[in-house]
């Protein structure tokens, strides 16, 4: 039980590391012309930018696959990718850009940290001008609240 905990909990953590190099170093790069599709306006519900969704998706479904027969880390790994990718799209497709208005703003000073590093992410609609590249992984600075 703890080692399925262990590599459930290493799976999302290696998903929101990996996901921020890829979306640092290939969505803001050779992938831009598929991911610009994320940072410029559309009335459209989906756009070319969820194939990375599909992709990543898919990585969870072979590694739960390939382990379900003896629910070994494959399976857990597999598990762990997925709760980030459920977690990625309530936050950031529900509640950040509102997709699908299911959710309130955020009230919360942790929820709304990763609002605004978002926010500051998609101030710029150019590929190198982006910052804050990751869902959790976001500088201290947008944790910071107004002094009062």
């Known amino acids: 039980m703890i080692e399925a905990i262990g590599f459930t909990i290493l799976g999302f953590v290696l998903m929101e590391i990996s996901g921020w190099a890829i979306h640092k170093y290939l969505m803001h790069g050779p992938l831009w012309m598929i991911h610009k599709t994320h940072h ?5 519900f989906l756009e070319l930018n969820d194939l990375f969704s599909l992709l990543f998706g898919s990585v969870a479904v072979l590694l739960i696959f390939l382990g379900i027969g003896k629910l070994d880390y494959r399976f857990w790994l597999g598990i762990g990718i997925s709760l980030y990718g459920l977690l990625y799209f309530l936050l950031h497709d529900i509640l950040i850009h509102r997709r699908i208005k ?9 929820l709304q940290g990763i609002f605004k ?3 500051a992410h998609h101030y710029s609609d150019k590929k190198d001008d982006a ?10 600075k947008y944790f910071k609240t107004k002094d009062r």
């Open 131 to 140: 910052v804050s590249f990751g869902l959790f992984l976001v500088p201290k």
């Open 40 to 44: 410029k306006h559309s009335d459209s």
């Open 102 to 110: 299911w959710l309130d703003w955020p009230k919360s000073s942790f």
């Open 117 to 119: 590093a978002h926010q």
